[in-house]
């Protein structure tokens, strides 16, 4: 039988739980995969980890992982450097790479995977990167792809997701809920990538490579976190039969153009996306010849992600070639901000006096911005009340406009709300 | 560039598909995937057939397929036999062999698996067989196992799906909506494979051989289909929180035992599953360390299901090694339905008569079978009144029991309508 000698760097949760399950599963891989993966070394910076590992090789230095005889080094430590350099050393020395790190993949994923490619060197897989235990890159690439995708919609960051549900469930604000999840251990103490989309980007990037071979300007990409959700917001997305969620959305337009962006949306209540609570995630990807398909899952934890790359260290043991996945299509765009479209939610905080809601109505038009439905509240005793518009589909960059515009009348506290309906 | 020359057999309405998106994918498939595949032979009993594929060298004999040069053997006739013996002797020339033929799997998978691990024998591959264009083999086999699958709950079945569907969306009988799903292409001309859940048990068997190395003994599997499901169910399904699915459940127990059942089942209207409507396919999977995964998607149609086969050819492309998927775990056993138990969702035709439920309590708490919520409307003029209980959790074998004794009542129309809640 195959035998497969593995190098882990980095023994943080998702490192400790690719050792603790790979000496579990060993056997099951056996007998099932016909490949006998062995745990040959780890490596951590942490000296006093070794005492956890008994009978394990152990080192603090990734270079005595690279430059030993492991056939397949496992990359756990994150961020883009050392970690960059750590794998195009064992591309080129010839060593397969498993990993996990979206950040660096999302920056340099092309120049790895087209490395990946040469002559005598490694291979790469990174199933874990995205969506942690559900097999969505497996999918798309191996899959979907030749059902000619359309569009990916993500749901891609279990801590937003886990806000949101939370805010949606059991009342409460976001700074609030934030706090509550920074304490449950959901959100990390500096949040910043998670609420302010970053990490969804990142996640977004290493889709959009697989599903239409472009990986994302990350610069370039319209980018909102969810920190202006209010819990208004969210109570009357539920009234109007919606569900707000933070999506991540590449789509392919017309003449090989890509739209990209991640943002908080309202979806509808009956839509399959809506359902995905808490710290999952989920994939929605739309085709053209085999229609939508749902992908959901954990989208973290060190069991459910420790799956993902065993996954990719056991297909490993069995393929011979690499995937070309690294011949980048350079003849698809990127789309700006500027050719969205859609229809929007709107709450305005206006003083309640008559003839508002013609001033607002009025700008919306000149900007060609059509109105759906308008619900008005009685809030007795504040000087603002609330008033909430569905728009019709209506170009973002006027809509943007006929906002500031509104923002400006003396009748109105900005900021406006504004949220994107996804029509899904 | 690597060049893979197929051959399909049968052209019906997947093999059509295949070759018509075999022919446009190939410039995509060369550049993402590093493989040229060819379309080397197609063979269909029906001559005229060949003059819709010109330029594409046509056989009427299956066997100028399988002794040809191709190098994958794609079998798209359906049926035990002859695909059987089409499938054996080309894995034993050493071609590989792409096959949707869920039937001829449930019986011979396992021959054919441990054929295909032989020395000098061809691979098989088979992702068209369950959920058609839904990834559900490749995940399960290769990523979800090594979470450690506990159960995996299907949709499995399109033409059942979309008239449970229907009969829910829109009201009618089942023998109605039978009708318009034939009219429409739903529903074959002789529907009972179908509708008699034979097709999903088909497709667990499958399931279960790569979830747990153990296909099903197909007699012996409790099948239950949709015929008695009556237009009230669904609407009292409906008023409790619940929607009916024809499921297909196998479970794995503690002492290595495994429960595998098909039949309609009430599942809380909040679960994802519940969602799947029409002919759409859906695979709900529970691990021990990843927690829970849904796939789903459309799970019929030609260029949907033709996207699942040219994935398995392009990774027979790819890959060197035959996966040692057939060493069938031989340690593990199925229980019977005795062992069932659940909740069930009980409806009585009832003589409209003061007592009546007492006699009905009576029996069902001799069985120990307990009660947690009954309804009974007022439906004037009829002799009979429908009286519907949940109850709390039992045993199967007791709870038939309780039924029987039940529908022998002078006041009890027969037969007693069970369904069994689904807790998922």
């Not at 979907?144 to 949606?168: D, H, R, V």
């Not at 939610?345 to 439905?373: E, H, M, Q, W």
């Not at 006929?402 to 504004?418: C, E, F, G």
Request: glycine share 10%; aromatic share 6%.
């Amino acid at each position: 039988m195959r035998q497969i000698k593995v190098g882990i760097i980095g023994l943080g949760t998702i490192g400790r739980a690719v050792v603790k399950n790979l000496l579990k599963t060993r056997g099951h891989i056996k007998r099932s995969q016909g490949v006998d993966i062995v745990v040959a070394k780890i490596c951590d910076k942490r000296k006093s980890l070794s005492k956890d590992f008994k009978g394990i090789p152990f080192v603090s230095d990734a270079w005595d992982v690279v430059n030993s005889d492991v056939d397949v080094v496992v990359e756990l430590i994150g961020g883009v450097n050392p970690a960059f350099r750590i794998i195009k050393e064992s591309l080129k020395k010839g060593k397969d790479v498993v990993t996990a790190n979206k950040a660096l993949l999302a920056e340099k994923g092309g120049l790895l995977l087209n490395l990946a490619c040469g002559k005598n060197c490694g291979r790469l897989r990174f199933e874990a990167s995205v969506c942690g235990g559900v097999p969505v890159i497996r999918s798309i690439y191996s899959h979907l792809s030749f059902a000619g995708i359309k569009s990916i919609i993500g749901i891609l960051n279990g801590t937003t997701n886990y806000i949101l549900s939370n805010m949606a469930d059991l009342g409460g604000s976001f700074k609030e809920t934030l706090e509550k999840a920074k304490k449950l251990g959901y959100a990390e103490q500096n949040p910043s990538l998670d609420i302010d989309g970053i990490d969804s980007l990142h996640k977004l990037s290493i889709l959009s490579y697989l599903g239409f071979g472009k990986s994302l300007p990350l610069a370039k990409v319209f980018v909102e976190g969810i920190r202006n959700i209010d819990s208004l917001d969210i109570e009357y997305a539920k009234e109007l039969g919606y569900v707000i969620k933070l999506l991540a959305v590449v789509r392919l337009l017309p003449g090989k153009k890509l739209e990209a962006r991640v943002h908080p949306a309202f979806i509808p209540a009956s839509h399959p996306l809506a359902r995905v609570k808490g710290s999952f995630n989920a994939v929605f990807v739309d085709t053209e010849r085999a229609g939508e398909f749902l992908f959901s899952g954990l989208g973290a934890g060190g069991d459910a992600t420790s799956a993902a790359v065993i996954a990719d260290i056991v297909s490993l043991g069995r393929e011979s070639l690499q995937a070309h996945i690294a011949s980048e299509n350079k003849n698809v765009n990127l789309v700006g901000r500027g050719s969205f479209s859609f229809r929007y939610y709107l709450r305005f905080s206006a003083v309640d006096k008559p003839g508002v809601l013609a001033k607002i109505s009025r700008v919306l038009a000149d900007y060609g911005v059509s109105i759906a439905s308008v619900t008005q509240k009685q809030r007795g005793g504040c000087k603002f009340v609330p008033i909430v518009m569905l728009t019709h589909n209506a170009q973002e960059i006027k809509l943007l406009k006929a906002r500031s515009k509104i923002d400006s009348l003396s009748v109105i506290k900005p900021p406006t709300q504004v949220i994107r309906i996804e029509e899904i």
